[in-house]
């Protein structure tokens, strides 16, 4: 018994609409994963960037004593950062990527930065924490517009 030919076309067709169906499925579902990942995290990372921003600011109301104090947190932050960095798109993207590039510079100077003055290093950390206080502003709004979405 032989199929017939109109049916043959019938099953072409529908193997190209599933076939599109199935990436437009594809492209929802991650769209979805990636929204949950984000507003999942996000609170979680921004709670622990509040605590080691306060250490931060302690470390420098302290200076020169701990210096060694504010890179460990400096470090603290940066894992924090990359880990929700892969999270985020568009702006926020942006705003966790400027203290990140700042940590980098500080850490990547490390050889010859005991040689800079005290009121430079002062300085770089002061313009990290205040990178940092923005970051932690746009997830902070980040997530306020979630829950309102919600």
């Known amino acids: ?3 017939p030919v109109w049916l043959s076309g019938v099953a072409d067709v529908a193997s190209v609409a599933s076939l599109i ?3 437009i499925v594809w492209w929802q579902i991650r769209t979805i994963r990636r929204s949950v990942m984000r507003n999942a995290r996000v609170p979680e990372a921004l709670r622990d960037l509040k605590i080691f921003s306060d250490e931060l ?3 420098l ?3 020169p004593e701990l210096e060694r104090e504010a890179n460990a947190v400096l470090q603290k932050v940066d894992s924090v950062l990359a880990n929700v960095l892969p999270k985020l798109e568009g702006a926020e993207r942006g705003k966790i990527k400027k203290p990140k590039s700042l940590i980098r510079k500080r ?3 490390w050889g010859g930065w005991a040689t800079k003055s005290e009121s430079i290093r002062r300085e770089a950390y002061w313009e990290i924490y205040g990178s940092l206080l923005g970051a932690m502003e746009a997830l902070r709004q980040l997530t306020a517009d979630y829950k309102k979405r919600f």
Do not use: C, E
């Open 1 to 3: 018994m032989s199929v």
């Open 57 to 59: 600011q302690q470390n």
């Open 61 to 63: 109301k302290g200076w």
């Open 21 to 23: 169906v199935t990436g």
């Open 107 to 109: 850490t990547a100077l």
